[in-house]
């Protein structure tokens, strides 16, 4: 019995010996502000910051190094086991990961090299990583901070992918996750009116997590995107999840910034600089820019603009290209090609302006060689199948095995198949067996019509609203080339890569978007490198790396104010807490802009501390009469935001959409603010009982002290005569004008009111006399009457008031 009693004891506490070694630390790791434990098991103990001792890990549920998928399934490590500079997981049927680490100074890098029955895995997931901190959570950039610490999450490769395998597509969830009830809903009903995503921090329940995956890639999978419920996502040799590498690290929120630049210098991965200094750090990333339609005849004119502007680059906007696929640029503005292209880059940085232009990423033209005549096996594909029966070259209906892929409508814009080296766009699918593509096109696309044997392949091409075709990931990777080719030869220094979800065509997701962008900064020249500006409408954790800054927010659905404002605003939180510069994107002056609404811009970039891009023709910088003010505001506006002169407050106070606001220039380094009070006011011509007064009384507020009125009244799609404004029931003042339609009396003080047209252009100025117009601090009233013309049935008067607040110095230090 003793003996029996012994066994028990002994078993006892080995089997609890081992339960505190599956639970206890088996290896320790430590940067100079942060430690991580691992487990017996490979779970995560804790993520805690040495200076306060504090551990941000969440004890919600296990925290595992790194885990597997394996037939749909999520498989933990079940042991683990640590030497030097390396882990390995071990996990059910015997499969073992081994795991290199490095201990670096600022960070922990974590890279998978070798893998048992690798090829038995769908993926690889880093994490998710469980934290506490929910105050600031960088979804993209994969930083999550409170006031006095964070934690990160970095991919040091670009098929390791920040994020969760949420879609089977590898695309990440787009919508903003900070506006859902629910953050676990990963595929939540929402408009996705955000080009954002969530990827490598997400917010939980109980805080945050962080995390990556790696997926292989080394057979085709069937999967959903671009609207279609059947696509094939071909194998792609890259590896594997073998050499998935991420880095994690813990520091002084401060220094969070600095810590990645440490991180992409280490790792090899993208740095770019704007004349030596990081573009995440230099002011220059965020600097507005025009975007105008030069051409080799009009360069020197653009480049004036852009100097009268006080702004350092200039944007091509017109037809740059013949085609996009292989960029031959379009004769019509560059007769003499590259050479001429490079001419107006040189002409214009030897005067301080650098040149960009935008590239439609993967799109590819029905006009491109990679079309016709000859079509490259390499254009993107939906899916594929085979014609059962031999047809002609003007066979007009095809019999196919399957219409899996061909009878996806709902973005099939060019509905063209592939058969050999013959292009053949088809009407519609029949409806059952046997099946048949229906009113084909033979020879699409200036392809040669041929006849095809009974067995042939057919592939259903890729395409894009744009009527484009797209690409697989090897013609990604030559387009790509053919881009930095361009900036090599010509110097270019700036580029949108607008259209960057089009390579998804690829089959690869996210990882398809960075793709991209990183062979084409890997391609570029050192000295292309040195002063490089690169921007998109979206981005990725990977492509973080790579681009400057994300700015979108388009000026053609609605007036200058209206486009899309909601969108630009919201983006700027998202900037904020993915360190990313601030931008506020396209705005689009004509000849009708005014002053006003440009000062109203100036105020908002100023206040969110953001760059835009400034639409300007050269047609409607000479047609707006006041676009030399125009040009001199925005150079005051922007040397005064870039140097950092507003105060905070006046940030704020900025950032109120419904606010105005205007600077007023004393000296070359000296100017004074006015907040504006602006009132806009509606008289309509009605009709009304006989004896019935016909003129409009509004009431108006005085933001500052005892002033003169400003005011602007614009003719809306009439002619007015016989003016009339009564100040406070007893100031009438008469108006000797007659105002045609479109046409605007303005006056801003003083002894002259001037007549301009629709454009701005001056017709005539007339005496006022300014005491008129004086008012009192606080509520004053207006009335307003005139005589429309009988056949102005719908006729009315729009007028602005503007009082001005107090005054205040604003000083710009050289």
Known sequence: MKKILLFLLILNLTLGSWANHKDSA?????TTSFKMSISGTGSILDFTDLKTNKNYLAKDAPVYLMSL????????????????????????????????????????????????NKDAVDLIIWGPYSTTINKIIGETVGVVREDEYALGIQSLNIKTLGGYPWNESDRMPAFDIFREADINNMHPKTDESVLYRVEAAKPTMTGSSLQAYCRNRNKDRIIQDFSHEKMVAPAYDDGGVIHSKIALFGCPSAEALKTIGEIEITEGLPHPMIDGEWVKTSPQAAAAYIITNFTEDNIDSAIALTKKAGLKYLYHYGKTFENWGHF???????????????????????????????????????????????????LAVVGNSIIVKNINATDTEILIQSPDFFNQMENNNLKTVMIGNELIRYGTVSEKSPWKLLDCQRGAFNTTAAE?????????????????????????????KRIAAIYNQTGLRQISFDGLEGNRSTGLGTYGES????????????????????????TTHFFWHIYSRMNWGEPWYGGFR????????????????????????WFKMTPETSIEDIEWLLARSAGYDAGYAFVAALESIEKNGHSNKILELIGDWEKLRLGGVFSEKQKALFRDSKKEFSIKKINENEWTLYEINAEIFTHKKTDKQPGEPLFSTFKMNNIGDDQTLHFILTAIDCEARDIVIEINNYKEIKLPIVLNKGQAIQY?????????????????EFDINPSD???KKGENSLSFDCQFSKEDKNANIKLEIRTFGKGEKIILNK
């Open 26 to 30: 088996i290896l320790n790791l430590r």
């Open 69 to 116: 998928r394996i037939n749909n399934e999520i498989k933990v490590s079940q042991k683990a086991k640590a030497s030097k500079n390396t882990i390995s997981l071990f996990f059910e049927n015997n499969i073992e990961a081994k795991i290199k680490i490095e201990e670096k100074a600022s960070y922990l890098s974590f890279e998978l090299i070798s893998l048992t």
């Open 328 to 378: 031959e640029l379009y004769k019509g503005e560059f007769p003499n090609g590259m050479a001429g292209l490079k001419k107006c880059v040189d002409k214009a940085e030897a005067q301080g302006i650098m040149v960009g232009t935008h590239f439609l990423s993967n799109f590819i033209t029905t006009n491109d060689p990679y079309v016709t005549p000859i079509p490259d096996k390499r």
């Open 452 to 480: 095809h044997p009974s067995g042939e392949k057919i592939a259903k091409l890729m395409d894009h609203g744009y009527k484009v075709f797209l690409t697989n990931a090897e013609l990604t990777v030559e387009m790509s």
């Open 515 to 538: 793709l991209m962008p990183y062979t084409w900064y890997n391609s570029l020249s050192p000295q292309v490198k040195k002063h490089l500006i690169i921007d998109a409408s979206r």
């Open 562 to 585: 209206e486009s899309q404002t909601e969108y630009r605003f919201k983006n700027q939180a998202y900037f904020k807490r993915n360190y990313m510069p601030g931008m506020l994107g």
């Open 748 to 764: 801003t003080g003083g002894n002259r009111a001037a007549v301009y047209d629709a454009n701005w252009q001056l017709i005539k």
């Open 773 to 775: 117009f004086k008012i």
